[in-house]
C-alpha cells in the first residue's frame, strides 16, 4: 500500500462516522459468521467494510460522500467487474433500521 494511501486509511479510521461505529459492531469478530475488515484498502480503493471470505463490499453513503458519485460509479463498476458484490446503505438506513441492513447483509452471505 502505499503512502498517501495509508495515511488516508488511518485518518478515516480515526473519524469513524456513528453509523460506521453501529455497523462495524454488527460486523466484526465474525458475529455474522464471517469474517469483515474495517477501511479496507485495495491498490486503488479504501472501503468501509469487506469480507474476504465472499467478497461483499458494504459502503455507506453520507452527506460528504454523496450517494452514487462519478467517483462511486467508477469505482463500483470497477470493482464488480473484479467479483465484488456490493452492498450500500445510507447512514439513516443503519441508525434507523438497522435490522433491515443486517437482514439484506446476511442474504448475500
Not at 47 to 56: L, S
Request: contains cysteine; charged residues 35%.
Amino acid at each position: 500500500m502505499n503512502t498517501k494511501l495509508k495515511h488516508l486509511v488511518r485518518k478515516i479510521r480515526k473519524n469513524s462516522t456513528a453509523a460506521e461505529n453501529i455497523l462495524w459492531k454488527e460486523l466484526r469478530n465474525k458475529r455474522q459468521g464471517s469474517t469483515f475488515r474495517k477501511q479496507h484498502s485495495f491498490p486503488s480503493y479504501v472501503v468501509a467494510f469487506y469480507c474476504y471470505e465472499k467478497r461483499i463490499i458494504v459502503e455507506i453513503d453520507d452527506q460528504i460522500r454523496t450517494p452514487r458519485s462519478l467517483y462511486n460509479h467508477a469505482r463500483e463498476k470497477q470493482l464488480t467487474r473484479e467479483g465484488f458484490i456490493i452492498l450500500r446503505f445510507t447512514n439513516v438506513e443503519i441508525c434507523r433500521d438497522l435490522e433491515s441492513v443486517m437482514k439484506k447483509i446476511r442474504e448475500k452471505l
